[in-house]
């Protein structure tokens, strides 16, 4: 099992520019998640996906929009970059109650 | 809302026990969940707490008093590979999902 994947590991765009984050996740969990975590702070929910076909804005979703494609992938895209957007982008998936998390590795986004 | 408050950092030596506190402010609580994240990695589950009292799991410990909106995580027999960052997370009011303290850095000395 490769648990939650993420593409790509790091990218650096120009602003203005566009851009998709893909996540995968193979342990059949219901619901999906998408943080940025900017330096030394914490996680912050920008759009989750609690089962197959919704989705819902977290705390900071300005900026950004969310497609959950079927049960194992959900992808963030940007579709016109600001440097503020600049941060780590991190997925996510659960099940059930949510409070148990599996991470993937991260996407470190440079917005120049 | 939701808010959470750690300590920023918390440094200790090797073989040693420290303590991690979280305090919490919600409207509606389900339970309280700690994290681990070294530098550069991910999160990654350590535990999870619903009702009062002590959890325990290897030589790391969680701790709930929802009466007094407080928690905390306990690691015992220091090792270097602890040196991470330690985050509280508390189910949010109206979402499936969670709102993350700022973390705690953990500094293992030798």
């Known amino acids: 099992n490769a648990g939650v994947t993420q593409t790509p590991k790091f990218q650096v765009l120009k602003t203005g520019q566009s851009m998709t984050l893909q996540c995968a996740q193979d342990m059949n969990h219901n619901s999906m998640y998408w943080y940025r975590q900017d330096p030394g702070m914490g996680l912050r929910l920008i759009y989750y996906?609690?089962?197959?076909?919704?989705?819902d804005k977290g705390e900071v979703p300005n900026g950004y929009n969310v497609s959950r494609l079927n049960k194992r992938e959900f992808s963030l895209r940007l579709e016109s970059a600001a440097p503020s957007q600049t941060s780590v982008y991190f997925c996510?998936?659960?099940?059930?109650?949510?409070?148990?998390?599996?991470f993937g590795p991260g996407t470190r986004l440079t917005v120049t | 809302g939701q808010s959470l408050e750690q300590p920023s950092e918390v440094t200790a030596v090797e073989g040693a026990i420290v303590q991690i506190n979280c305090t919490y402010q919600?409207?509606?609580?389900?339970?309280l969940s700690w994290y681990q994240q070294h530098d550069g990695g991910a999160p990654t589950f350590l535990s999870y707490n619903a009702l009062d009292g002590l959890e325990e799991t290897g030589r790391f410990s969680s701790f709930l008093s929802r009466s007094d909106s407080y928690g905390y995580l306990l690691l015992q027999e220091l090792q270097m590979k602890d040196s991470a960052s330690y985050f509280c997370?508390?189910?949010?009011?109206?979402?499936?999902?969670?709102?993350f303290g700022s973390g705690t850095r953990l500094q293992v000395q030798p």
């Open positions: 996510a998936s659960g099940q059930g109650s949510s409070y148990e998390q599996y």
């Open positions: 997370a508390v189910r949010d009011t109206g979402r499936r999902a969670l709102t």
């Open positions: 996906s609690a089962s197959e076909g919704t989705t």
């Open positions: 919600t409207s509606g609580f389900y339970g």
